[in-house]
């Protein structure tokens, strides 16, 4: 069964520092979604692509994070300057157009210290 | 935007009983309803979901019942294993054209043997 793939698995690093994060959609999946969980509570949507347009990042802290997703195909979630606040799993999840199922990836847990 | 609520935020119950979360929503322009189950460390996994043409569907021991006039839905769990263990997590779309889904804060369910 194909899967959501993301890299790293773990990340840690110093506040003020800068980390990415990268995510390949299953094959042929329009649409892709970053999520940001902080332990104890349901996943927060970061930010949704459809195939290479942000659709919607209005959660997203713009001042520090970024995304992208250049060819419509995988993306990469930027973070900098890292802060204390943003440790947390971060997940990436793609669905093949906007309302159908999301499939997680495993997901990057970071932490910042 | 769109709220939902989950209870319980926890569920023990002995193995072969019966496991019931329910959670609602505010949007009524919602329509698409999934269920998430996530295991220690692990990526949420999709176990069922219900779009709101539908009042209940049923997957073997798992099942989701819609009350779209109260807002609300269930999952309902028969013959609870050790292996249902896990948090869930509901989540419902916004009613906009990107279907943002807004999750639950998630449920421990703990089946004790």
């Known amino acids: 069964e194909a899967e959501v793939a993301q890299s790293p698995r773990y990340k840690i690093t110093e506040k003020s520092q800068a980390v990415a994060f990268w995510c390949d959609p299953i094959s042929g999946h329009a649409t892709l979604y970053w999520y940001r969980q902080i332990l104890g509570q349901g996943p927060e949507l970061l930010v949704q692509f459809q195939d290479e347009s942000v659709v919607d990042d209005s959660q997203l802290p713009k001042d520090r994070f970024s995304a992208e997703r250049l060819k419509g195909v995988d993306s990469t979630l930027k973070i900098q300057p890292a802060e204390l606040g943003d440790s947390a799993m971060y997940l990436c999840?793609?669905?093949?157009?906007?309302?159908?199922?999301?499939?997680f990836g495993d997901g990057t847990r970071l932490s910042i210290l | 935007g769109e709220n939902v609520e989950q209870h319980p935020s926890t569920l023990s119950v002995q193995e072969g009983d019966s496991a019931v979360i329910k959670c609602t929503y505010s949007?009524?322009?919602?329509?698409?309803f999934p269920w998430y189950k996530q295991e220690l460390g692990k990526r949420p996994q999709l176990i069922i979901d219900?779009?709101?043409?539908?009042g209940e569907k049923k997957d073997q021991r798992i099942a989701v019942t819609l009350n779209k006039t109260a807002k609300h839905f269930s999952l309902h769990i028969t013959e609870t294993q050790p292996e249902d263990s896990a948090v869930y997590f509901c989540?419902?779309?916004?009613?906009?054209?990107?279907?943002?889904?807004?999750f639950g804060k998630g449920t421990l369910l703990t089946v004790n043997p």
């Open positions: 949007d009524s322009a919602s329509n698409y």
């Open positions: 219900i779009r709101s043409n539908v």
């Open positions: 999840a793609s669905s093949s157009d906007r309302g159908q199922p999301q499939h």
């Open positions: 989540a419902a779309n916004s009613g906009g054209s990107n279907y943002k889904l807004t």
